[in-house]
């Protein structure tokens, strides 16, 4: 029963995601829906010489599992350098959000991370690394 | 309730016709609400299907073996089938597509493209699906037209909006017949009447209305209209494109190739007759005799008995839904006396829609969540989606209970 996937955790952070908001002049950013559902996340990120995330916010709307997932993400990568955070994979964020999750809902779980890593990259390109 | 749980015919038999409907999910009683997307399919439909693949398969038209002769009867008269069963002429009106979407195109690209020119506008209305919207913004892109959008509130066109829109430059004008978010119906007579005091052709999107509602293509004076097999019964991979014979010789081709030729030389070619012009490539035969028996299945049962009942469904549905505070319908609501069709948008409380469906989902209920590829209209409401619910002949009283009581448990969750 996906009735498990809307454990209290997972409500609560949907209720009252962490680190919501956005963040002027920052150094990563950017956004992206999941067109078959229309959630939709926006990134912002600080990142200090040692390439580390210093500050990190999102927001966007959607359904609980995208942003409860965002909300847990932001979390998360705090403290992590932006080479780590690149390498965050599926399974991770499954670990993270601790709930089995089927194929259509991994697209969901995922969406945060999928534009974290995408303003990365686009913030590597601009430092031409 | 004031609603009386009637149908014009015996659901319950109906039902043991769809092998599917007797499935379980996760141990709960399938109950399919999921119709405007997909109808399930009666045995008699599969048994066709198999009986072909079984029997008489082989490929149509030029084959002079006695398989290929009982395979092409079948696909030409499937033809024949769905004319009589739009109002249409005959079977040179008929084109069988892969989907609706196909037939859109086939339009847009096979006589739009052609015929409309710089500063025509096209005229659409803002609750157009995805396929009849985005091949016209290509239309429009190319040969530099305006596209104006009748303006819709509540899932109907708004008072003087045909009048104010549709103009002596108008060239083209797509209409979604019935709404797949609100189950609304368009006012398509005074939008046809309209077009064509100005010269307008008119595509009618019927992919909603021609499996609910008798749709009569004359009657109606459509130029042309497309319409999905998939979603009354027939085989997915099934659509039709209706035409008007002139309005089909205004028509190139848009798929060139095998049998939709007469004579082929090296560096030319000319085409076939009506309709098979626009049949390039071997066709979907096998769909096109699942189409037939789904014709013959409605036929049977009575298009407007299939309407009667759904309405009388929704209806019921909209009473209970509404008399819930934590349930926002959208679109017209139970005391709209006009026709509409059995398609409820709601959305509960503080729950998104896919999560509201993911939990219908656990109970068996299948229901559709997201922007039912009309995310314009999405904006123009105010909602990143909705949960959809959408009946058809074979779904019950019962089952609209099941669904109010599916979103008890959604609100639980999300209370």
Same mark, same amino acid.
């Given at each position: #029963?996906?009735?498990? #996937?809307?454990?209290?955790?997972?409500?609560?952070?949907?209720?009252?995601?962490?680190?919501?908001?956005?963040?002027?002049?920052?150094?990563?950013?950017? %956004?992206?829906?999941?067109?078959?559902?229309? !959630?939709?996340?926006? #990134?912002?990120?600080?990142?200090?010489?040692? !390439?580390?995330?210093?500050?990190?916010?999102?927001?966007?709307?959607?359904?609980?599992?995208?942003?409860?997932?965002?909300?847990?993400?932001? %979390?998360?990568?705090?403290? #992590?350098?932006?080479?780590?955070v690149r390498d965050l994979e599926t399974d991770d964020i499954r670990e993270m959000l601790g709930i089995e999750l089927s194929p259509v809902r991994v697209k969901c779980a995922v969406l945060g991370l999928k534009v974290l890593e995408g303003g990365i990259v686009e913030y590597e390109k601009g430092k031409g690394t | 309730m004031s609603i009386e749980k009637a149908s014009p015919y015996n659901v319950e038999a109906v039902r043991d016709d769809f092998p599917v409907l007797g499935r379980t999910v996760d141990g709960e009683k399938l109950v399919y609400l999921d119709n405007a997307a997909t109808s399930q399919k009666p045995q008699a439909v599969i048994d066709a299907v198999s009986e072909f693949y079984e029997g008489y398969n082989a490929n149509v038209h030029r084959g002079l073996h006695k398989l290929s002769q009982e395979a092409s009867e079948a696909y030409e008269g499937a033809h024949d089938k769905v004319a009589e069963f739009i109002g249409a002429d005959g079977r040179e009106n008929i084109i069988f =597509?892969?989907?609706? =979407?196909? @037939?859109?195109?086939?339009?847009?690209?096979?006589?739009?493209?052609?015929?409309?020119?710089? @500063? *025509?506008?096209?005229?659409?209305?803002?609750?157009?699906?995805?396929?009849?919207?985005?091949p016209w913004q290509q239309v429009a892109k190319r040969n530099d037209a305006e596209l104006r959008f009748l303006e819709v509130e509540e899932g109907l066109v708004k008072d003087g909006e045909v009048e104010e829109k549709i103009d002596e430059d108008t060239t083209a004008v797509s209409v979604i017949h019935m709404s797949n978010v609100f189950g609304t119906f368009a006012p398509v007579d005074e939008i046809i009447d309209r077009a064509h005091e100005h010269g307008a052709r008119v595509l009618v999107d019927g992919a909603q209305?021609?499996?609910?509602?008798?749709?009569?293509?004359?009657?109606?004076?459509?130029? &042309?209209?497309?319409?999905?097999?998939?979603?009354?019964?027939?085989?997915?991979?099934?659509?039709?494109?209706?035409?008007?014979?002139?309005?089909?010789?205004?028509?190139?081709?848009? /798929?060139? @190739?095998?049998?939709?030729?007469?004579?082929?030389?090296? *560096? +030319?070619? =000319?085409?076939?007759?009506?309709?098979?012009?626009?049949?390039?490539?071997?066709?979907?035969?096998?769909?096109?005799?699942?189409?037939?028996?789904?014709? +013959?299945?409605?036929?049977?049962?009575?298009?407007?008995?299939?309407?009667?009942?759904? $309405?009388?469904?929704? /209806?019921?549905?909209?009473?209970?839904?509404? *008399?819930? +505070?934590?349930?926002?319908?959208? @679109?017209?609501?139970?005391?709209?006396?006009?026709? /509409?069709?059995?398609?409820? $948008? &709601?959305?509960?409380?503080?729950?998104?829609?896919? *999560?509201?469906?993911?939990?219908?989902? +656990?109970?068996?209920?299948?229901? /559709? $969540?997201?922007?039912?590829?009309?995310?314009?209209l999405m904006r123009e409401m105010g909602v990143p989606a909705t949960t959809r619910a959408s009946f058809y002949l074979y779904n019950t009283y019962e089952e609209v209970d099941a669904l109010v009581e599916g979103i008890e448990t959604v609100k639980e969750v999300f209370a």
């Open positions: #029963m996906s009735r498990d #996937m809307y454990r209290q955790r997972i409500l609560d952070h949907y209720r009252d995601p962490q680190n919501y908001g956005t963040i002027k002049d920052p150094d990563v950013t950017y %956004e992206d829906v999941n067109p078959s559902c229309g !959630d939709e996340i926006q #990134m912002y990120a600080v990142v200090d010489d040692e !390439d580390e995330i210093v500050d990190v916010k999102f927001d966007g709307q959607g359904c609980a599992i995208s942003q409860a997932s965002a909300s847990l993400l932001t %979390e998360k990568v705090k403290g #992590m350098t932006v080479e780590e | =597509t892969s989907n609706t =979407t196909e @037939g859109v195109n086939t339009v847009a690209f096979g006589w739009g493209m052609h015929h409309v020119e710089e @500063g *025509d506008n096209i005229v659409l209305t803002q609750m157009e699906h995805h396929s009849s919207l985005v209305s021609v499996p609910h509602a008798s749709v009569n293509v004359n009657e109606m004076d459509a130029d &042309f209209l497309v319409t999905s097999g998939h979603k009354m019964c027939g085989p997915t991979g099934t659509g039709v494109l209706y035409g008007k014979t002139d309005a089909l010789h205004e028509t190139e081709p848009y /798929r060139y @190739g095998g049998e939709m030729i007469k004579i082929v030389e090296y *560096d +030319d070619a =000319t085409w076939a007759d009506l309709p098979w012009k626009f049949e390039g490539g071997t066709p979907n035969i096998a769909g096109a005799v699942g189409l037939s028996a789904a014709v +013959d299945y409605l036929e049977e049962l009575g298009v407007e008995n299939v309407h009667e009942h759904e $309405s009388a469904v929704t /209806r019921y549905a909209l009473e209970l839904l509404e *008399d819930d +505070d934590e349930v926002t319908v959208y @679109g017209p609501h139970a005391d709209y006396d006009k026709e /509409r069709a059995g398609v409820i $948008s &709601f959305n509960v409380s503080d729950a998104h829609p896919h *999560d509201s469906s993911q939990l219908l989902s +656990d109970q068996g209920i299948a229901t /559709r $969540s997201g922007h039912h590829c009309a995310q314009p």
